[in-house]
């Protein structure tokens, strides 16, 4: 129950948290390019609104209700979107044209976990079909828990939404690269209240709130680095190449992963 509370909490805060977090059309545009149009099934991993319309079919599966319902931009003729488990998803062998995500492949507790979706996903797509999903991967080079706080107070971190991410990946260390949300919370207290920290160097404050959310649960996510997920999509049929994106606070560290069944 605590965990689906903290998903479902997500959901809610999802709805007015900014960049990096949530695409907007110029990703979806480049989503469409690197699908070669999204023509056909779009089996979409998550209920992302900007990728809602990326396919002729959209199929988009969520483990959340509440997710869904905060989110999800309705059903029609065209689209729908259904509670289900990535790992094992109501969809036949080779029918998916695409199967699109966004921070799919970090929204998930470990990497067994990670490696069980690749495997769907090489299952799901037609011969020729490719998989896009933005991540949130770890720099390189790697960067302490320190080195964030120190950029965030010398004002080379571009906003709350961001340091988040980055204690995320510095807290992810390998060989697991799985960390907690708990611990994220815990990594960011030297900054004392982060909303008038955020206020004195010109960050939205607003964006504090998505640190509170943390209090009390056990979730955890995935932040791994370039070269575990091409590791992780290896073991399981695919190829992993790698699409930057720009244009957003955090972007350098959010690229696409290109995957396609292997020969």
Do not use: K
Not at 79 to 90: C, I
Not at 179 to 185: F, H, K, N, S, T
Request: overall charge negative; hydrophobic content about 45%.
């Amino acid at each position: 129950m605590e965990l689906q509370d903290h998903w479902d909490d997500l959901g809610r805060r999802l709805a007015r948290m900014g960049p990096p977090q949530v695409p907007g059309a110029a990703l979806a545009a480049q989503v469409r390019a690197l699908c070669g149009g999204c023509r056909g099934t779009t089996v979409l991993l998550g209920v992302t609104p900007a990728f809602a319309d990326l396919g002729d079919r959209v199929l988009a599966f969520d483990a959340s209700p509440r997710m869904i319902a905060q989110l999800w931009t309705g059903d029609d003729a065209r689209r729908q979107a259904r509670v289900a488990d990535w790992t094992a998803l109501p969809v036949g062998d080779g029918q998916a044209d695409q199967v699109l995500g966004d921070g799919s492949l970090n929204a998930v507790p470990d990497r067994d976990i990670l490696r069980a979706v690749l495997r769907e996903i090489r299952r799901l797509l037609v011969p020729g079909g490719r998989a896009a999903v933005r991540v949130f991967s770890r720099p390189q080079p790697e960067e302490t828990v320190a080195d964030v706080l120190d950029a965030a107070r010398g004002g080379r971190v571009e906003s709350l939404n961001a340091l988040r991410w980055h204690l995320a990946s510095a807290l992810a260390t390998g060989p697991a690269h799985e960390v907690a949300v708990a611990e994220i919370l815990a990594a960011v207290e030297p900054l004392g209240d982060l909303a008038a920290f955020a206020q004195t160097r010109g960050m939205d404050p607003a964006e504090a709130e998505h640190f509170q959310a943390y209090h009390g649960t056990s979730s955890g996510y995935v932040f791994p680095d370039r070269q575990a997920l091409e590791q992780d999509a290896a073991q399981s049929g695919l190829t992993c190449t790698w699409v930057e994106t720009s244009g957003y606070p955090g972007a350098r560290d959010c690229p696409f992963a290109v995957l396609q069944a292997r020969d």
